[in-house]
């Protein structure tokens, strides 16, 4: 990895592909199931964006919005979502789809999207979005 990352991953060296137990990065069976049509693209650092692939894909599928789940929603989720909005696209983070290893930063960021991201970024829980889809 580039610059920072190497110190980052010597200091996390348990966090290293080589050093998990593989299934502990596999998809749940009932997600599993739905690859294919869907893709996974693993992500390597904070925004799922650095991965030029996941951009390509959308573009490909003519996606203009983003319903965004995930871990860290002050680190990784904050990332993603920034760089989401960055390219242009709509997104809604699920608000009972994010955690944290912070509650206050979680809830910090949650406030932080609602009030001065509100024009570009949308929450909502994630019966609402199914609601809305159904």
Known sequence: ?????????????????????????????????????ATVIDKTR?????????????????????????SRTDVCVLATVLGAVDLGYAVTVVTDAVCSSSDEGHDALLKVYRRRYSQQIATASAEEILKAWS
């Not at 749940?28 to 049509?37: I, R």
């Not at 650095?50 to 599928?61: C, D, K, M, T, Y």
């Open 1 to 37: 990895m580039p610059g920072v990352w190497r110190d980052y991953y010597r200091r996390w060296r348990q966090t290293i592909r080589e050093h998990l137990n593989p299934t502990l990065l596999k998809l749940l069976p009932s997600l599993e199931k739905l690859v294919p049509p």
């Open 46 to 70: 904070y925004s799922a964006f650095v991965e030029p692939s996941l951009h390509r894909l959308l573009q490909e599928r003519r996606a203009d919005g983003l319903v965004v789940t995930g």
